[in-house]
């Protein structure tokens, strides 16, 4: 009464006709009750495909709403905004395009394209492509050490969410800010730790350059980590618009913000690491144009009487930050390019940074200017940035003898004055290499990445002395020195390849953004000596080039995931 004698159905599969049917079937064999009624053949099918969801389908459907919902929740579109095609342009008939506010009014995104693509899978990640091999000149046989191509990222027309207000939770701008001083303040030590969190918590007092700052410490910080990656889009679509915004509102005034030249400064950074290297050098020249537009260069020159600055002392330390990270940054692309240098070192009068430590103290005490420092024997600590400053300002120089010699070869047999100008740059290198062992001598522990990649800039400068001199010892008059130099080539690219190893150990997110050009400039180095010494060079010496070769190859690889520098020069091998 309690319980059932018999199963509820018999044991085997139903037939194909009580399925179709949907018919109970007594599953009697060779033929069931209702196929023999209606005297048709009964037919098994006993391989049945399991019911329900495959194996692992649900656990991806959740992680496809969690990255849904992830995405919703960081771009939102705003209400009412119509689908235009305007770069950075607002829509027809928008109030706002009559009257800009200081929250820069936002226009909308043309993402028809995305709408219109039907029985599709959605993207859970606005990454790159895959990256497509690319053939490498040198060492084609060697395995495991192919550059791949620069990927292409999305413009902010072509942004797959809108710039309108883009929801981040309080707690993440808090990480975000954090970040930003953990990982992309000492590549980029412009901003006072104190003074930034004051302001960027004050939202309603915050003017229209501040928030473009904000923005852009927020996007340069979403470069320097993984976590934030889905972030990156967005921040950068709306901080750039924002900054094309707020030059498109200027006027003729004289007026110009030293947060307006920082905003600039961080998204070009973050546009050389993230986006590619055209787009990069671009902003880098508005960036240089600003710079001049506020007489950065001259902050400590001589003022009349009355016309003292008026800024506290962290603020004028924030300016000479400002403006010798703008004049690196000048040098490390003159350096890349060959080019010519935009800001020169000639009517700089804007005293190099103090410590690191006394300025996050509010204690600014006051440096020397670079030309004091170039020409002094002095052996004492600098801060990173300065010790960056002065190796850069070597490099550039170098750059500049190597320039002036080939046009002076132009014009006479024998170049003005180019081995005093030879011995000042070896001397002064020496000089500098010195004072950084001598205050910095833990490479292996150093703990900021400044000062890793201030040497590994000594050690490009070393090659391009090499460079130098092989271009000028074309007869044999000169083998001895050219002999010389090539040895020093091969020891500074072999230093080179040994500090991006070190560098392991920090994390290639704290690496200096133009750390792959010193990477490219040694392995450059160390596929010239293989061509040119090869012939004289014993077996166990060319196996100990080669290896320096892929050990520069697969530094500059494993940059490529978090720095598209890397990508850009990879090609270039």
């Known amino acids: 009464m309690y319980g059932r004698a018999e199963p509820r159905q018999q044991p085997g599969y139903a037939c194909e006709e009580c399925r179709k049917k949907k018919l109970r079937c007594d599953r009697q064999r060779p033929q069931c009750g209702a196929c023999a009624n209606a005297q048709i053949p009964c037919e098994v099918n006993d391989r049945r495909v ?30 009412g905004l119509t ?6 342009g607002l829509a027809s008939g928008s109030p706002a395009k009559e009257n800009v506010s200081t929250q820069f ?9 995305q709408e219109q693509q039907q029985h599709c899978p959605l993207s859970l990640t606005w990454g790159p492509p895959e990256p497509t091999p690319h053939s490498p000149i040198l060492f084609a046989d060697i395995p495991g050490v192919l550059p791949t191509m620069a990927t292409s990222y999305p413009s902010p027309k072509q942004s797959p969410t809108s710039i309108g207000d883009i929801l981040i939770p309080e707690l993440t701008k808090a990480d975000l800010t954090q970040l930003y001083f953990d990982r992309v303040h000492p590549v980029v030590p412009i901003l006072h730790m104190s003074k930034t969190f004051r302001w960027i918590g004050n939202i309603n007092s915050m003017g229209e350059p501040r928030q473009c700052l904000q923005y852009a410490i927020w996007t340069s910080a979403t470069a320097f980590s993984s976590q934030f990656a889905g972030l990156q889009d967005a921040m950068y679509a709306k901080t750039r618009f924002m900054l094309d915004q707020l030059d498109l509102n200027g006027n003729d005034s004289l007026i110009c913000h030293i947060e307006h030249v920082q905003a600039w400064i961080l998204i070009t950074f973050y546009e050389f690491a993230r986006t ?24 400590d020159g001589p003022r ?12 004028l330390e924030e300016k000479r930050r400002t403006f010798w990270v703008a004049y690196c940054l000048d040098r490390f692309i003159s350096v890349s390019e060959g ?3 935009t800001l020169s070192e000639d009517v700089v009068f804007t005293r190099l940074p103090c410590l690191d430590g006394d300025f996050q103290r509010g204690l600014v005490p006051q440096e020397s200017f670079l030309a004091e ?10 801060a990173p940035l300065a010790e960056c400053v002065i190796l850069v300002t070597i ?4 750059l500049s003898h190597k320039q002036i010699y080939t046009i002076e070869t132009l014009y006479s047999n024998i170049p003005l004055d180019f081995s005093s100008r030879h011995d000042w740059l070896d001397n002064m290198l020496t000089r500098r290499l010195n004072n950084l062992q001598l205050n910095y001598p833990s490479v292996t522990v150093a703990e900021n990445p400044m000062i890793i990649y201030s040497y590994m800039v000594a050690h490009a400068a070393v090659i391009y002395l090499c460079r130098i001199v092989e271009a000028l010892s074309r007869n044999d008059q000169n083998q001895s020195l050219l002999w010389e130099f090539q040895e020093r080539g091969l020891w500074a690219a072999r230093e080179i390849v040994r500090l991006a190893k070190e560098h392991e150990h920090l994390g290639y997110f704290r690496a200096h953004t133009f750390m792959p050009l010193t990477i490219y400039l040694s392995a450059a180095r160390l596929a010239k000596h293989l061509e040119i010494r090869k012939g004289e060079l014993e077996g166990k010496e060319i196996d100990d080039v080669e290896r320096l070769f892929r050990a520069s190859i697969e530094a500059l690889q494993k940059l490529q995931s978090v720095n598209n520098l890397a990508n850009y020069y990879l090609q270039l091998l």
């Open 50 to 79: 399991p019911r329900g969801p495959k194996k692992g389908s649900i656990g991806a459907l959740r992680s496809r709403i969690v990255a849904l919902e992830r995405r919703l929740s960081t771009s939102q579109l705003e209400d």
């Open 83 to 88: 689908v235009d095609g305007h770069e950075l």
């Open 105 to 113: 009014p936002l226009p909308d995104w043309d993402i028809s394209q």
């Open 276 to 299: 590619n290297y055209r787009r990069g050098w671009l902003s880098a020249g508005r960036v240089f144009r600003l710079v001049q537009f506020l007489r950065l260069y001259d902050l």
């Open 304 to 315: 009349p009487l009355g016309l003292e600055s008026e800024d506290d002392p962290i603020s």
């Open 339 to 341: 080019a010519a240098m």
């Open 373 to 382: 420092t170039m020409a002094s024997a002095e052996m004492r600590p600098y």
């Open 395 to 398: 490099c550039s120089r170098a």
